[in-house]
């Protein structure tokens, strides 16, 4: 079954010798797109979060590869894109799944080749993408249609951060299957928190409220008391590194909230396609965690009364701060991981995935 869910905005698309991508670091108060010609024009969208999002990150990579060949597309210069691109940002894994497959695609091909080879495995990740939510989004669907079952009412779903379309080459992977049911008829209603300090929470509600899918929006310490007071059936998230035991990295946040659902006996799934797992890392202490500084704890961002987007300061420069923007869930803490391939536990992917696939 291929899902009929169409982005409403592209998150990325090829614009001839270059790519359009929606800047997400004016969502949810401005739609605007940008123009991407240059490596360094990629790099700079992912390193500054105009893209967000593991599998979006990674696509966006992919391009950037064919965007540099298109200067010069022998060796180093194929070497030298990979690294700095490999560089932007280091926990989610599937920027270097895309850059492997890339380089496995284009290393071994003459550079008269490799520039059309570049722009067609680009493509391939993209479409790959694409198909790989909708088949989360159907897989998650029978967990929402069960709890429906049982419940016989609305099925109350939490997640963190944006795992919705955003975040990637089609409709999401923890939103997904929220998606899904919502096409079904089936009544959901979505738990979406804050996500400080980025806010990424925010373009969740704003696309929940695009596609008409009931939500509340909270504040990230209020999940403990939501999830206490019986509010919540599940709570599906998102993932940027899943390590080959199951601990999962996701957006900083995630781990309070998976120690709370297990407290309260809520089931907590993981959404992440193939891309996302990264069988050559162990376990959780291989998961390199991005730091990402002062300025994002000490400021919010907002829209101002004349309408423009401003950065507020809340706390005074020179405030000492830590800004891990992500944690780890201990695979002990995680019902099931939700991938394109099915459901299974947290220790059990290798089932799903038994051979090292593209
Ligand atoms: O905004 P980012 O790129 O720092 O955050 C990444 C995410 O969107 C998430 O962590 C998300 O939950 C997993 S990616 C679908």
Same mark, same amino acid.
């Given at each position: 079954m291929r899902s009929m869910f169409t982005q409403p905005i592209p998150t990325l698309r090829r614009d001839g010798d270059g790519i359009v991508i929606l800047d997400q670091t004016l969502l949810p108060h401005r739609v605007e797109t940008r123009r991407l010609e240059t490596l360094e024009d990629v790099a700079h969208a992912i390193r500054g979060m105009q893209v967000r999002g593991a599998p979006l990150i990674g696509a966006t990579a992919a391009y950037g590869v064919a965007i540099a060949l298109l200067q010069d597309s022998r060796h180093p210069r194929l070497t030298h894109?990979? *690294?700095?691109?490999?560089?932007? @940002?280091?926990?989610?894994?599937?920027?270097?799944?895309?850059?492997? @497959?890339?380089?496995? @695609?284009?290393?071994? +091909?003459?550079?008269?080749?490799? +520039? *059309?080879a570049a722009w067609d495995e680009a493509e391939q990740i993209r479409a790959g993408d694409a198909a790989t939510c909708a088949d989360i989004g159907r897989h998650g669907l029978a967990l929402i249609e069960e709890i429906a079952r049982r419940r016989n009412g609305r099925v109350r779903v939490m997640t963190h951060c944006n795992a919705g379309w955003l975040a990637t080459l089609g409709e999401g992977t923890a939103l997904a299957p929220v998606y899904a049911a919502h096409a079904r008829g089936i009544p959901v209603h979505v738990w979406v928190s804050e996500t400080r300090p980025r806010n990424q929470g925010l373009l969740t509600a704003w696309e929940l409220r695009e596609a008409g899918v009931p939500h509340t929006l909270i504040a990230d310490n209020a999940a403990g008391i939501v999830m206490a007071r019986g509010e919540v059936d599940i709570v599906i998230t998102g993932a940027d590194r899943v390590a080959a035991n199951g601990d999962t990295a996701n957006k900083v946040g995630t781990y309070l909230k998976a120690l709370a659902a297990r407290e309260h006996g809520v089931p907590f799934y993981i959404a992440a396609p193939r891309s996302t797992i990264d069988f050559g890392c162990p376990d959780a202490a291989g998961i390199p965690i991005e730091d990402r500084g002062d300025e994002e704890v000490c400021t919010a961002q907002g829209l101002a009364e004349d309408d423009g987007v401003r950065t507020l300061r809340l706390a005074p420069k020179g405030t000492s701060t830590a800004n891990p923007a992500f944690d780890v869930t201990p695979a002990r803490c995680i019902t099931g991981i939700i991938t394109e391939r099915g459901i299974c536990g947290p220790a059990r992917l290798r089932d799903l995935f038994p051979t090292p696939a593209r």
């Open positions: 894109a990979l *690294e700095v691109l490999a560089a932007t @940002r280091p926990t989610a894994v599937n920027l270097n799944w895309a850059l492997g @497959r890339m380089a496995a @695609r284009l290393l071994p +091909i003459a550079a008269s080749a490799r +520039i *059309e």
